[in-house]
């Protein structure tokens, strides 16, 4: 199996069968536009009772990788990647609608008041101190390589945001690109929902200190 064919079903796995599950009221959403309590609910850890999580808890690796990639600048590399989607399969996330023009990593006006409610989600009591991976996706046009950068410019761009707007710390959000790999609509690729960025919470402040 290809490395490009494993992250895609990888991502695949994350986003249909990660274990995470969505309450009724996040299904009704999911086509709109989330509020910031919708947000926080899909980012916190969900609990069967109050001493058994349903997500899987990071082991020493996890933490340790999460550690170093949040302190570097640069895009993740290939196996930095992978290994990201690895872990984001086992923990809360939540597809945010922030959506881009066609070959864009620009805000555009209409992206502005889920970013708000993003950026207001991240910085409450629940979630503040998180570690959060933006995971940049494309379309299906084009070539690999051009939306893969396409791609990790539009997860820098929503950091920037959140960096500016919200005071959120830069070592606190993790950016990904993905180019064109975990289509979010795989019927048809080049619809505009598959221009986004995903949100995951990779590892709660207790992990996020260590």
Do not use: W
């Amino acid at each position: 199996m290809s490395r490009r064919t494993y992250l895609g079903t990888t991502l695949a796995l994350a986003m249909l069968t990660g274990g995470f599950v969505v309450s009724p009221v996040l299904q009704s959403a999911v086509a709109g536009e989330l509020s910031t309590q919708q947000i926080i609910d899909g980012l916190k850890p969900r609990t069967r009772s109050l001493s058994v999580s349903t997500r899987a808890h990071l082991n020493d690796a996890d933490t340790a990788f999460i550690q170093r990639v949040r302190a570097q600048s640069r895009s993740l590399s290939l196996g930095d990647r992978e290994q990201m989607a690895e872990i984001a399969a086992k923990r809360p996330k939540i597809d945010v609608e922030i959506n881009f023009d066609f070959n864009s990593a620009d805000l555009t006006p209409r992206a502005e008041p889920q970013l708000n409610s993003l950026g207001k989600a991240l910085t409450s009591p629940e979630l503040q101190g998180s570690v959060v991976m933006l995971g940049g996706h494309t379309d299906a046009k084009g070539a690999d390589d051009y939306n893969q950068k396409l791609s990790e410019r539009r997860a820098e761009t929503v950091k920037r945001f959140l960096v500016d707007n919200y005071k959120v710390s830069p070592d606190l959000l993790v950016t990904s690109g993905y180019g064109k790999d975990g289509l979010k609509n795989s019927a048809e690729p080049f619809a505009a929902e598959n221009r986004r960025v995903e949100i995951v919470n990779v590892a709660e402040k207790e992990h996020a200190a260590k």
